[in-house]
Every structure is written in structure tokens, then in C-alpha cells.
Nanobody, 123 residues
Framework: EVQLVESGGGLVQPGGSLRLSCVVS????????MIWVRQAPGQGLEWVSS????????RYEDSVKGRFTISRDNAKNTVTLQMNSLKSEDTGLYYC????????????????RGQGTQVTVSS
């Protein structure tokens, strides 16, 4: 069974930075994507970024390009999302997930999803 545990969320002022981490266990297939999605209050899941399980082919949603960086450390079984220049619209519950497609953004195509970590950007 695949398990994902996120950490690193918190309250930060606009322009600040946070580093989200996701510890992955039980993943037996290498042909998958590690994905970050987020959910703002009252909204559905929004795809943010993904990376192939070998650490290649990072992808970003347009609004976070140049500000967020996704990385994969297979030795530590972690996926990291470095978030810089944060804006109020980045506020939400951030989930780490595993999917078969790079732009997967719903439970219908996730293999597994973590419990989420809250990010609040506010002055």
C-alpha cells in the first residue's frame, strides 16, 4: 500500500517562502508521477506541479512557474515543493499524490493521496 505523508505547511506573509516535503512509502512501480495538488477553501482540487518518479520532467501550473520548484530524492523517498514569492492566492491545503499521468488532478486517477498540509499566505 502506498502511503504519503506531507509536512512543511504553515502561515507565511506574502513574498515569503515555504518548503513542503512528502515522504513516500510502499511505492513499487517506477512508472508513475509524483504530483502536488492544492485545494483552496470552497474549491476543487487544482493541479500545481508534477515530476516523473526518476526525478525528470518537472511540470508547473502557469501561475507558479518561476516561483515553485519540485524535486524528487529517491534515496530519501521524498518529494519536495519549494515555494518562493508566495501570494495570497497560493493559500490552500496542499496534497502530495501519485498518479499514472503527469497532469492527474483527481482521485479518479490518483494511485494514492496524502492527508495534506495547510499553507496560508496572509499579512
Amino acid at each position: 500500500e502506498v502511503q504519503l505523508v506531507e509536512s512543511g505547511g504553515g502561515l507565511v506573509q506574502p513574498g515569503g517562502s515555504l518548503r513542503l516535503s512528502c515522504v513516500v512509502s510502499g511505492l513499487t512501480t517506477t512508472s508513475s508521477y509524483m504530483i502536488w495538488v492544492r485545494q483552496a477553501p470552497g474549491q476543487g482540487l487544482e493541479w500545481v506541479s508534477s515530476i516523473y518518479n526518476d526525478g525528470s520532467a518537472p511540470r508547473y501550473e502557469d501561475s507558479v512557474k518561476g516561483r515553485f520548484t519540485i524535486s524528487r530524492d529517491n534515496a530519501k523517498n521524498t518529494v519536495t515543493l519549494q515555494m518562493n514569492s508566495l501570494k495570497s492566492e497560493d493559500t490552500g491545503l496542499y496534497y502530495c499524490a501519485v498518479g499514472r499521468q503527469p497532469y492527474c488532478h483527481g482521485d479518479y486517477c490518483f494511485t494514492a493521496r496524502g492527508q495534506g498540509t495547510q499553507v496560508t499566505v496572509s499579512s
